[in-house]
């Protein structure tokens, strides 16, 4: 089981980036996906979940601001972020497994940094 994040960075607030999760085998397509951030000093939290079925959750901080979805055929999972906050820095990781409560699943990528940040 393999997670990898890519395209974290530094960016001024106000901008965008857009974060990949590229998986192993038929993960992305078999179950629900998420993203999960981390601050220093905090807990990690809910972003955004995928279900297997399409179905998507955010957390009430990013709401209207970022969209996650699936590319099936590329086993991936996008997590676009705009409007960032000073607030969004954080180390962003891609889990696999999230279940019916948006607990996460027991597979994690390394993270990516994002840093929000004039």
């Known amino acids: 089981v393999r997670l990898v994040e890519s395209g974290g960075g530094l960016v001024e607030p106000g901008g965008s980036l857009r974060l990949s999760c590229a998986t192993s085998g038929t993960m992305v397509r078999l179950n629900a996906m998420g993203w999960y951030r981390q601050a220093p000093g905090k807990d990690r939290e809910l972003v955004a979940a995928?279900?297997?079925?399409?179905?998507?959750r955010y957390g009430d901080s990013v709401k209207g601001r970022f969209t996650i979805s699936r590319e099936n055929a590329q086993n991936t999972v996008v997590l676009q972020m705009n409007n960032l906050k000073i607030e969004d820095s954080a180390v962003y990781y891609c889990?696999?497994?999230?279940?019916?409560?948006?607990?996460?699943?027991?597979?994690w990528g390394q993270g990516t940094q994002v840093t929000v940040s004039s």
């Open positions: 995928i279900t297997a079925g399409g179905l998507t």
């Open positions: 889990n696999s497994g999230v279940d019916r409560l948006y607990r996460p699943g027991p597979y």
